[in-house]
């Protein structure tokens, strides 16, 4: 998969050389392209924004240094391309997002600063091919550098061939399956008693079936409690029949 980044702080985007995105990179699986926006300037300053139309706080990004900037790395590239726009306005970013992301072969990100990208970029490049206008949640970051960051690592580990381990997204919290829609309970390793603290009996029953029970209940248990909203929506035929409501 190739994922490009314009911006105007290019070293924000540093920790794509470490850990599981690093290693993705250092494999060949992700090719990573970051993009100083300023690149594209012509003026002495390198300015990259302006004062709003209709007045109003803050400052807008400019369309042309941006025109200049995706028209070069569209042109870069043979696969179809999804630019990814990081706006606190988006759609939602979900897991479920992530992996229709995860399947396509190119992303270009656009993360601005101020107050956004003046409008006529958006509508330009929608035109031309797949744009999303993601948030990564409800409160407002300076930038979108950090939400490109969230959303990068988020589909990466989805990618075939980086996880070690091709099992362990299958009961993560938000994943499909028969946890589907459930928060995580608690998990524990060795020692087996810290600080006077043991284990609960029934993970040293060996017994795999009332593990499963148990883990499953402290799933529900916990989205009750940190996530109402996610039972609400529950689809009743998840649970087994001992759970529902008779
Ligand atoms: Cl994608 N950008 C900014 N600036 N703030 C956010 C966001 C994005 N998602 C949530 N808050």
């Known amino acids: 998969m190739r994922l490009d980044v314009v911006t105007i702080f290019p070293e924000y985007l540093e920790p794509l050389n470490v850990s599981l995105v690093g290693k993705a990179r250092a494999r060949g699986v992700l090719d990573v392209r970051v993009h100083d926006l300023r690149a594209w300037t012509h003026d002495r300053h390198n300015t990259v924004d302006d004062t709003p139309y209709g007045g109003g706080p803050g400052m807008v990004m400019k369309p042309e240094p941006w025109g200049e900037a995706l028209d070069e790395v ?8 999804v630019i990814v726009v990081p706006t606190p306005s988006g759609r939602p970013f979900t897991q479920e997002l992530a992996v229709e992301l995860a399947a ?11 107050e956004g990208i003046d409008r006529r970029v958006i509508e330009e490049y929608a035109e031309r091919v797949e744009v999303r206008e993601v948030s990564i949640g409800d409160y407002v970051l300076a930038g979108g550098e950090a939400p490109v960051l969230v959303m990068v690592e988020a589909v990466a580990r989805l990618l075939p061939g980086v996880l070690g381990n091709a099992e362990s997204h299958r009961d993560d919290s938000f994943a499909a399956g028969a946890m589907a829609d459930l928060l995580e309970g608690p998990v524990y390793t060795k020692p087996p008693e810290w600080r006077e603290r043991g284990i609960p009996e029934v993970l040293l029953s060996g017994h795999h079936g009332k593990i499963a029970r148990w883990r499953r209940d402290q799933a529900l248990a916990r989205t009750a409690v940190h996530r109402p909203d996610l039972i609400a929506r529950c689809d009743p035929a998840s649970l087994d029949k001992h759970d529902r409501a008779t």
Not at 104 to 114: D, E, H, I, Q, S
């Open 74 to 81: 569209l042109r870069s590239g043979q696969d179809e391309p």
């Open 104 to 114: 396509k072969p190119w992303l270009v990100f656009t993360p601005a600063r101020y």
